[in-house]
C-alpha cells in the first residue's frame, strides 16, 4: 500500500492532512487530448507540459486531431517526442484506441454525462479522451465532437476545470483510487499581486498540501503578464 498525498505547487513536500488517504496502484492509464484549435497558446503550452510530466510522457500522453500546419511547427517543447505523442489523426485512428473502443475500454470526460468518475473506472477503462480546451471560459461544449464515437462518458463534477486539473484529477481517480469527493480542491482561487492587484481564476484546481492551487510550472507568471490587459484575452 502506499501513502497518497499531493505535493505542495512550490516544492515537493506535502502536510500531513493529506496523508491519510491510501490507495492500491493500478498499472498507468492513458491519456488523449483531442486538440481542436488552430494554434498552441503559452497558457495552453504550459497545460500540456504539466500533463506529460503527471502522466508519464509520450508513452502515455496524446494530442491527436492537431491542425496539419500546427502539427508541422510544433514549439520545440511539444516536438519533443519524449513528451507527447502527436497526430493529425482522430482519436479513433489510434489503433490502440480503436482496439479499447471495440471492447469498451475508452472512456469520455464529458460535462453532459449522467455518470460521475469513481475508482472501480480504472478497472474499467484504459484510455481516457479530453475534448478540446476543457479550460475554457466561459465553457463551450467541446465534447459534443466526441459524442459521435460512442465512448461510455464520466464526468467530474459540476466545476469547471483547466485541461491539466481534468487530467491530474482523472489519473488521481483511477489510478490511485481515491474518489472524487476525497480529492481537495480550490474553486476560483484568487491570485494576489499586491495590496490592490489580483485575479479571479474560474476554475476549480486541485488543492497542494497548503491549499493552495496547483498550477503549471510559469503559468502564475504567465497570468501575472496578462492581468493588466485583462486575463479574459488570455483565453
Known sequence: MKIFSFPSSADTQSSSIYSH????????????????EDGIFPWVLLEYLAVSKDVGGADHFFLTSMNPDLHASLPPQLADKSVVTTTTDEVIALPAVSAAAAAGRVCLLDPGAEQELVPEDGDRFDWYVFGGILGDHPPRDRTAELRRYGFAGRRLGPVQMTTDTAIRVTKTVVEERLPLDKIPYVDFPELRWSRRESTEM?????????NEPIMPEGMRELIKADASRGFGDML
Open 21 to 36: 488517504y491510501y490507495y492500491s496502484s493500478t498499472a498507468m492509464a492513458n491519456y488523449v487530448v483531442e486538440h481542436m
Open 202 to 210: 474560474p476554475f476549480r484546481y486541485v488543492a497542494d498540501a497548503n
